[in-house]
């Protein structure tokens, strides 16, 4: 059966292909613009699904049965009360960056497995994995050195876990993986279980 992630992010890419995975790139066509009120949990949650249900319309002619994957992350601010996405200037950035300094923040990434045959859903699942990240304590020069590396500007909560934003990790509680955007632990089982699809990992 033939494994699809819809996603344009090579950080997704290279931890399905890292597990043992063989699958073909979508690239769905969802906007992803946030709802006045939204929780952050909902807001993933409703940005997978849109991806999910869009993909449906980008699939190779060729497809006629398999599983696709979509996921959306999010960061918590360490107070809860404001979502972190990528920030669109560098001002944004050291913003966001000084906000996480020595605290404690949540990742959120919620992903879909949905099976298709002819165009039309056959299975679905549904999930919302929590990571718990604490930065240290940055300085100044630190904030401005890391934002000048260009590094942040395209990540959610300014920072790359997989990157030299590693650096700036005091502890994670909870899976890497979702940090760096498919928590791989819950996605392997529930596409193991539900869906019979099974990595490779013989090399």
């Known amino acids: 059966m033939a494994l699809y992630l819809a996603s344009t992010s090579p950080r997704r890419h290279q931890l399905l292909n890292d597990c043992g995975f063989q699958f073909e790139i979508l690239k769905p066509g969802s906007d992803e613009i946030e709802a006045p009120g939204e929780s952050p949990r909902a807001m993933v949650e409703r940005f997978a699904t849109e991806k999910a249900l ?18 959306d992350t999010t960061v918590v601010s360490p107070d809860r009360k ?15 960056l000084r906000t996480l300094s ?3 923040h949540t990742v959120l990434t919620g992903f879909v497995i949905c099976a298709f045959d002819a165009g039309k859903i056959t299975r679905w699942h549904q999930e919302v994995v929590k990571t718990s990240v604490t930065l240290r304590k940055l300085t100044p020069a630190e904030v401005a050195a890391y934002v000048s590396s260009g590094e942040p500007l395209d990540k959610a909560g300014a ?42 990992w013989k090399r």
């Open 82 to 96: 404001k979502i972190l996405n990528k920030p669109n200037s560098p001002e944004v950035a050291r913003k966001m």
């Open 54 to 71: 869009s993909s449906l319309d980008v699939l190779p002619a060729s497809a006629r049965i398999g599983v696709i994957i979509t996921a």
């Open 102 to 104: 020595g605290k404690t």
């Open 159 to 200: 920072y790359a876990a997989q990157g030299i934003g590693m650096c700036l990790i005091e502890a994670i509680r909870g899976s890497y993986s979702n940090v760096v955007g498919l928590p791989m632990t819950e996605l392997t089982q529930a596409l193991e279980k539900k869906f019979k699809v099974v990595p490779n």
